[in-house]
Nanobody, 128 residues
Framework: QVQLVESGGGLVQAGGSLRLSCSSP?????????VGWFRQAPGKERQFVAG????????NYLDSVQGRFTISRGLSKSPVDLQMNDLKPEDTAVYYC????????????????????WGQGTQVTVSS
């Protein structure tokens, strides 16, 4: 059974930073697949935030986080981190990492329905 483990959420003031991390005990499986970070605020749909391919060659971002958030994965391809700087109250949400099932895929899908494996979510709260 696939497991995804997220960490790093919390409460921060506007302008602050947080770093989220996503990994899996099934490291070889994880290292061969695109990973996306999504978020969901109360009453809103789940929203793509950032994604990275298995080899880090392609990254994509939501327009509103471009320049503030950075997604990365090290040489071992795990974990996948999301560095979030200059946080704003509108970034408040539960953040989820997700893994795309096709290995060695050339890009990062931005539709939540395209991802088959999800973490449990971690709360990020930004106070004004």
């Amino acid at each position: 059974q696939v497991q995804l483990v997220e960490s790093g959420g919390g409460l921060v003031q506007a302008g602050g930073s947080l770093r989220l991390s996503c990994s899996s005990p099934q490291a070889p499986w994880f290292s061969r697949r695109s990973v996306g970070w999504f978020r969901q605020a109360p009453g809103k749909e789940r929203q793509f935030v950032a994604g990275i391919t298995w080899n880090g060659a392609v990254v994509n971002y939501l327009d509103s986080v471009q320049g503030r958030f950075t997604i990365s994965r090290g040489l071992s391809k795990s974990p996948v981190d999301l560095q979030m700087n200059d946080l704003k109250p509108e970034d408040t949400a539960v953040y989820y990492c997700a893994v795309y099932s096709t290995e060695f895929f050339f890009t990062t899908p931005q539709e939540a329905s395209h991802y088959d494996y999800w973490g449990q979510g971690t709360q990020v709260t930004v106070s004004s």
